[in-house]
């Protein structure tokens, strides 16, 4: 029995093992994918999104609260218009009368006043507070930021279960690159046991040197082969890596357990988010609709003043005042403005309609050809274990043949070949078989996220 034999003969045993006690163990390949939920760079952008909505989920609610302010001015003024007053010309003939009566100067003249219109040295300061009453758009508004966070959190479920797909790929397309690479090191060893064989055969006599010409022909191939799947796995390696967020040669744990059988698809299938999606955005653009609609009822604030008005800064009881009051504001009239908005809000609801009912029949097809591509895979993984195992044994046969002088070197190596193939077709197929399963299991959104 050959080294490969061998390895596989034990491999068998572990998978047997491992497939025991998979079921009570997580794998290595779901502590990366968690691991991947928390490193993930795209994921912590959905992430950061999702907290932006939440804040202005806050900022929504917040218009239902008071608004307090402190406001303040000061003025200084210089000509512009006056009020002017007569007072000289109205109360001097009445003080002189007196003044004559009285036989004294009691009664001074005065002069006409022309009083300022523009405040001069004047403040005021005050704090104000606001309430809302009746307000439909703030209402509306707060609605549509729930909707806005629903969409998101459908959003990071998506990305997260693509990201499922894609680090199983990964790491199923590296093992396959770390097979390809084992496959042709045992093929590489074969070869040179035949280079052996070959150069006794022709220091003996027995044989000329055209059957160790080809060996070594076929050496390089498998060389160049080798450094080809190393230059794969290492790709595919870094891919891996990429996706968690880690450094390009982090080694890559393989848990023998996740290629033990076929895997299992969840017979469950759950509702995908990209329809989650379209349903908030469709629910968010009818509570547009509604709001533009809202312009019928009015709006009604409140507000209260408390502060300090008067000249040269003087705060007394007499400039301490407070001043109470609502307001209400009812769009009659404005041009159709709100008509057409509420017309490009339904337009939109309508558009988004249209793209759930042609987005869930592209997610019907979608499982579809994932399902069938699938069973395509399965079929052609239990076809590629047969091939392997049919050449394995031709190969064998053959060796023994060549071996006892009755075999061209040349079907031996067609032998050889045909043998390497079919391993590699083999470990193509099963991580075929897993990429496909990995994509049902998207398409039918059947992964536990939590």
Same mark, same amino acid.
């Given at each position: 029995?050959s080294?490969?034999?061998i ?6 045993? /572990? ?17 990366? #994918? ?7 760079? &795209? ?5 950061i ?18 608004? /307090?302010?402190?406001?303040?001015s ?5 000509g512009?218009?006056?009020? %002017?007053?007569? #007072? ?24 006409? $006043? ?21 307000n ?12 806005l966070?629903?969409?998101q959190?459908?959003?990071?479920? /998506? ?11 990964? !790491? ?31 220091r ?7 059957a160790?010409t ?40 393989? %848990? ?13 299938? &759950? ?16 509570? $547009? ?7 019928? /009822? ?15 800064? %003087? ?24 008509k ?10 309508? +558009?988004?309609?249209?793209? !759930? %009912? ?8 979608q ?11 399965? +079929? ?16 064998n ?38 990429? $496909? ?7 039918? $959104? ?5």
């Amino acid at each position: 029995m050959s080294t490969l034999l061998i390895k596989r003969a034990l491999f068998a045993i /572990v998978l047997t093992l491992g497939g025991i006690t998979h079921a009570a163990a997580q794998t290595e390949l779901d502590n990366y #994918i968690q691991e991947a939920f928390k490193t993930n760079q &795209g994921l912590q952008q959905q992430n950061i999104q999702l907290d932006k909505s939440l804040n202005a989920l806050k900022e929504a609610r917040s218009y239902f609260m008071p608004n /307090v302010s402190m406001l303040g001015s000061y003025t200084r003024a210089a000509g512009g218009r006056t009020i %002017d007053l007569p #007072i000289g010309d109205l109360f001097n003939p009445v003080y002189t009368t007196l003044n004559q009566l009285t036989h004294s100067n009691a009664f001074p003249q005065i002069q006409n $006043a022309s009083v300022l219109l523009n405040p001069n040295n004047f403040y005021d300061a005050k704090l104000r507070t606001a309430l809302p009453l009746i307000n439909a758009e703030i209402y509306y508004n707060q609605k549509i930021k729930k909707e806005l966070i629903s969409q998101q959190q459908a959003s990071i479920n /998506v990305y997260k279960r693509e990201l499922v797909k894609n680090v199983k790929a990964a !790491y199923y397309q590296y093992y396959q690159a770390q097979q390809a690479i084992e496959i042709y090191k045992s093929a590489l060893k074969l070869i040179n046991e035949n280079i052996r064989v070959n150069e006794s055969l022709v220091r003996n006599g027995v044989r000329n040197s055209t059957a160790l010409t080809r060996s070594e022909a076929e050496k390089e191939k498998i060389v160049a082969a080798i450094t080809q799947a190393t230059n794969n796995a290492r790709n595919a390696k870094a891919y891996f890596n990429f996706l968690l967020n880690r450094d390009l040669e982090t080694d890559i744990k393989i %848990d023998m357990s996740v290629f033990a059988k076929e895997p299992i698809l969840n017979s469950a299938p &759950g509702e995908r988010e990209e329809l989650a999606q379209l349903k908030t955005g469709i629910s968010a653009y009818g509570l $547009a609709e509604q709001m533009q609609r809202s312009y019928l /009822v009015p709006k009604l604030n409140t507000f209260l003043d408390v502060g300090s008005q008067g000249f040269n800064f %003087d705060v007394n009881n007499k400039t301490k005042y407070y001043l109470w009051g609502v307001n209400l504001q009812w769009d009659l009239f404005a041009g159709g403005q709100h008509k057409y908005k509420t017309l490009q809000a339904k337009a939109d609801k309508q +558009a988004l309609e249209v793209q !759930y %009912d042609q987005t869930e029949k592209a997610l019907q097809l979608q499982n579809e050809q994932a399902s069938n591509n699938y069973s395509s895979a399965v +079929a052609n993984y239990k076809s590629a274990q047969k091939q392997q195992q049919l050449s394995q044994k031709y190969y064998n046969d053959q060796l023994k043949v060549y071996k006892e002088g009755q075999l061209l070197y040349l079907e031996l190596v067609d032998a050889l070949n045909q043998y390497t193939g079919a391993q590699l077709q083999l470990s193509l197929a099963q991580a075929s078989m897993l990429t $496909a399963a990995a994509d049902i299991e998207r398409a039918q $959104a059947s992964f536990q996220l939590n």
